[in-house]
C-alpha cells in the first residue's frame, strides 16, 4: 500500500517492502539465559520422554569419587532417528505438537540443557532405525549453529550401558560441564547430593504427581559410579498431591466452582480447603506455606503452577488452606498462556472476570469458599491445645521411598542434620544391629537378612518393617549425641528381643510354618 502522508492517525502501519532477517548465533546465548532452577530444567526434559510415551525415566548423576562429572536422563520412550534428532537440536525445530503433548515452545531441551551444561549430547534410538547422537557445544552454537555428529559406536555403546531401561527403543541426553557441579568443594559432594536430590524429587514429585501416581509409570534417581558402574543409591521419586490430604478441613468439601470465561466457555475449577496445621510434606514440605495457596494449574495432567492468585486477589495468611485446582482448556486459546519454563500461567482479565461470576451447582460463589476458608484458618489459630512432635534426623539410605515418604509427612524434619542410613554388613551373631553415630548409620546383621525379606528381592530397601521400627526406636539415640548407660541397655534390649525374633523367623521358614494354629 503506498503512503500517502496525512494529518490523520494511521491505523495500519504503511510498508514499502520485506527482507529476512535469520537469527543471529548469540540468539543460543538467550537460550541459556532463560533462569530455570535445576529441577525445573530437568523437568522439562522429563516432558520430552512422557511425550516420547516413556513408562520408564532414569536421572542418572554420574560420580567420579568426590566429584560429579555427568548428569544422564534416560528414558525408554519411542526414540529418534537421524532426522529426527536434527530436529530435536534446532531452535523451534518442532512446529507442531499434538493436544495432549507436554511440550509446547519447541525450546525447551535446548534452554534447560544450555542454561546448566556447557554440552548437551542426545542419543537415541528407534525400533527401525540404529543408534544415533547429536552434540550441542554452547561455544559453537554461539558461533554459528554447528551441532556435532556423535560417533556411532558410541552411540550404541551408551544405549547398551543403559540396557536396563532401554531396550528396543529410548533416548539419553547427557550434560557434561555442568556448572552447579563445578561449584562442589573437597568433601562436600555428599551434602550437596542430599541437597540436590531432595529438591529434585519434591520438584518432579509435586509437577508429575498425576503420572507418578499411574502404575505404569516411573521416575528413578540414581547416583552411579562411573567407572564401576555401581548404584551408589536409587530412589523411586514418589507423587507429592499438593490435595492429598486425609480428611479436608471443612465439610462439604472439595466443591467444584465453574467460572464463565469470555472466548474459553465454562472452566471448571475444584475448591479445596485443607485441614489446618497439617504436617504433610504435600502441604508444608512443597515450600511456604503462604506461597501455596491458590490456583494449582495443571496443563495434560502435568503440573504448570503451584499457587498463586494470578493477580485476581493477593495472597493472605488467613488463605493459606484455600487451593484450586484448575485444568486448562485442551484448546488454543487467548486467556491462557504458558511461561517458558512452565512454571506458571499468564492470564488476561477475562479470567478474573469470570472469577467474580464463578459458582458451583447450589449457586454458592468462589467469594464464600474464600471466607470459608478464612473462618477455618481462624477457628483452628483461636484453638490452644496442640500436640507438637519434636524434630527429628531424617530418613536416609536403604529405607523405601514410600516409607521415608510418610515418615516425613508424620514427623517433622531437621534438615540441618545428616540423614540416617541403613546397611547390611557382617556383624557378630548375637546383634542383629549396631549403630554408628558419627556416620549416621544403623548397621543390620546380614546373617538375618532373609528373616526380614524371605525369598523377596528388594535391593537395599528391603525389610521396610524392621527398618521402620528400628528408626523409631534409635532415631533419639543419634541426636542426642553421646551414649549413656540408660540408652546402651535400651538398645542390648531390643537387640536380644528382636534378635529372637529373628531366629523364630528362620525356623518357621525352614520348617514351612504357613502361620495356622
Known sequence: MTYRPSDDWQYDVPTSGSKRLPPAPRSVESLSHQGYSFEAAIADLIDNSIDAGATKVVISFLRDGDRLVSLLIIDDGRGMDE?????????????????????????????????????????????????????????????????????????????????????????????????????????????????????????????????LSRDDFHIDVVVEDVHTREELSHDGIEPIDPFGYRVPGRKGYPRVFTAPIEKVGDLPMTA??????????????????????????????????????????????????????????????????????????????????GLEKAADAEGTTFGTFLKEAEATYRDAARRTSEVKRPEVIPPGKGLDPKLK??????????????????????????????????????????????????????????APVLKATLYMLLEKNFRMGRSSAQRDDE?????????SAAHCEIARYESGADGQD
Not at 274 to 296: C, D
Not at 315 to 324: D, G, M, Q
Request: contains cysteine.
Open 491 to 499: 538398645m542390648a534390649l531390643w537387640n536380644s528381643v528382636l534378635l
Open 405 to 462: 515418604r510418610t515418615l516425613k509427612d508424620e514427623l517433622p524434619q531437621d534438615d540441618t542434620e545428616q540423614s540416617i542410613a541403613f546397611r547390611w554388613e557382617s556383624l557378630p551373631a548375637d546383634q542383629l544391629f549396631s549403630i554408628d553415630r558419627a556416620e549416621h548409620v544403623v548397621r543390620l546383621n546380614k546373617k538375618y537378612r532373609q528373616a526380614f525379606s524371605g525369598d523377596r528381592r528388594g535391593g537395599s530397601n528391603d
Open 272 to 353: 479445596h480447603i485443607w485441614p489446618p496445621k497439617s504436617g504433610l510434606v504435600s502441604f508444608k514440605g512443597i515450600g511456604p506455606v503462604a506461597e501455596r495457596q491458590g490456583f494449582y494449574i495443571y496443563r495434560n495432567d502435568r503440573l504448570v503452577q503451584a499457587g498463586g492468585w494470578n493477580n485476581t486477589r493477593a495472597p493472605e495468611t488467613h488463605h493459606s488452606l484455600a487451593r484450586v485446582a484448575v485444568d486448562l482448556p485442551s484448546f488454543d486459546n487467548d486467556v491462557f498462556s504458558l511461561t517458558v519454563k512452565k512454571d506458571g500461567v499468564e492470564v488476561t482479565p477475562a479470567f478474573a472476570r
Open 83 to 211: 532426522a529426527g534428532l536434527d530436529v530435536a537440536m534446532t531452535v523451534g525445530g518442532q512446529s507442531e505438537y499434538a493436544p495432549d503433548a507436554l511440550g509446547h515452545f519447541g525450546a525447551g531441551l535446548k534452554a534447560a540443557s544450555l542454561s546448566h551444561a556447557d554440552s548437551f549430547s542426545v542419543i537415541s534410538r528407534t525400533k527401525r532405525s540404529p543408534s544415533a547422537g547429536r552434540r550441542l557445544l554452547t561455544s559453537a552454537a554461539q558461533t554459528d549453529f554447528t551441532c556435532d555428529i556423535v560417533d556411532a559406536r558410541y552411540c550404541q555403546d551408551l544405549v547398551d550401558r543403559y540396557d536396563g531401561v532401554i531396550e528396543w527403543h529410548g533416548t539419553i541426553v547427557r550434560w557434561d560441564g555442568v556448572r552447579a557441579f563445578q561449584t562442589v568443594t573437597t568433601g562436600q559432594t555428599d551434602r550437596f547430593l542430599m541437597e540436590a536430590l531432595h529438591k529434585l524429587e519434591t520438584h518432579i514429585g509435586l509437577h508429575f504427581h498425576r503420572f
